[in-house]
């Protein structure tokens, strides 16, 4: 008769918890930067650093954005139907 062999199964665990932890590390790098807010500059900053240098280098003019209103328009176009039987 011929025996299984024995499966070290403490091995192999420990091959796939190392394996899960690299792919959790791989995975926390690829999204860290999504942690923290963009950094927003003025047009007079940006004028006078690399966003600057290389707008103007590409031939861009660097403005100051409108701002957005407190209250939105209302869209343009026709308004909902009213149901037939509001009922």
Request: overall charge positive; glycine content about 6%; some cysteine.
């Given at each position: 008769m ?14 796939s918890?190392?394996?899960a932890?690299v ?11 999504r942690?923290?807010?963009p ?5 007079a ?15 861009a003019r ?8 407190a209250?939105e328009?209302d ?13």
């Open positions: 011929h025996e299984r062999p024995h499966i070290d199964r403490k091995g192999l665990a420990l091959i918890l190392a394996i932890l792919c959790g590390f791989v995975l926390v790098m690829q999204v860290r930067d942690w923290n807010s950094e927003i500059k003025t047009a900053e940006a004028q006078h650093t690399m966003t600057g240098q290389a707008a103007r280098q590409a031939g660097i403005s100051q954005s409108e701002p957005k209103p209250v328009p869209p343009a176009g026709p308004k909902p139907a009213q149901p037939a039987h509001p009922d």
